[in-house]
């Protein structure tokens, strides 16, 4: 029962312009939401993150967007640079479980 | 930002073998630290929870005598794969948490442990 999904696998975007990852889950009791950056072996490095209570969050070129009531949350990146290429992964918890859930990741390539 | 180290980093060994694997925070104390499993283009899936001076969380599905979980300090949580089989062969990896719950972003991943198992 995947409970955070990641529909796409991968994108292609050129560099300059948009890239958007869409993230779906169905609990909801989720009320926090991550996402992480992902290099070949390494760990995951976070990125952003939105509460429940907001609808929106912006940091520099990355700003996620949740849509609660279709439990449906985006990350855009703009504008993408080659250096943006990674995993993306979301992940999602229930507050004060320190638990995440990560969905499967969707693969960034970002060409010059 | 804080550091999480595991080692080893990777690790082959035989079936029937059991492989250890630290995970430490270095620049901080940390009271919660979890492990996960990734399989190849999957998710992490989080197999367990590991609380300093008490027994260990496990997910549903997760052996906990297959899967030793060792928390025995603030700064260091150990992961026991006991006669690990070819199935086990995955990317490990752990996570330590700074600081209350209920802030989420203060989850550091370690670099993961690449187990393959012959």
């Known amino acids: 029962d995947q409970q955070v999904k990641q529909n796409s696998p991968s994108l292609s975007v050129q560099e300059g312009r948009i890239s958007i990852l869409n993230c779906d889950y169905t609990?909801?009791?989720?009320?926090?939401f991550l996402w992480y950056k992902k290099y070949p072996a390494e760990g995951p490095t976070f990125l952003i993150s939105?509460?429940?209570?907001?609808d929106k969050n912006e940091d520099g070129r990355f700003t996620v967007f949740l849509n609660k009531s279709a439990k449906h949350l985006s990350l855009h990146i703009v504008p993408s640079q080659p250096g943006d290429s990674a995993v993306y992964f979301c992940?999602?918890?229930?507050?004060?479980?320190?638990?995440?859930?990560f969905g499967q990741g969707t693969t960034l390539q970002v060409k010059p | 930002g804080a550091v999480v180290s595991q080692h080893p980093s990777r690790v082959i060994c035989k079936s029937g073998t059991s492989v250890k694997i630290e995970c430490r925070s270095l620049?901080?104390?940390?009271?919660?630290m979890f492990w996960y499993r990734q399989f190849p283009k999957k998710s992490l899936m989080l197999m367990a929870t590991?609380?300093?001076?008490?027994?260990?969380?496990?997910e549903q599905g997760v052996e906990k005598d297959k899967f030793l979980i060792n928390h025995a300090s603030l700064t260091l949580s150990t992961l026991t794969v006991t006669s690990a089989h070819p199935e086990d062969s995955s990317f490990y990896i752990c996570?330590?948490?700074?600081?209350?719950?209920?802030?989420?972003?203060?989850?550091?991943f370690g670099p993961g442990t690449r187990l393959l198992v012959l």
């Open positions: 996570s330590a948490h700074r600081g209350s719950h209920s802030n989420q972003e203060t989850q550091y």
């Open positions: 609990n909801s009791m989720f009320d926090y």
């Open positions: 939105i509460s429940s209570i907001k």
């Open positions: 992940a999602a918890s229930a507050v004060n479980t320190g638990k995440l859930i």
């Open positions: 620049d901080f104390q940390a009271t919660t």
């Open positions: 590991s609380n300093e001076g008490s027994k260990a969380t496990y």
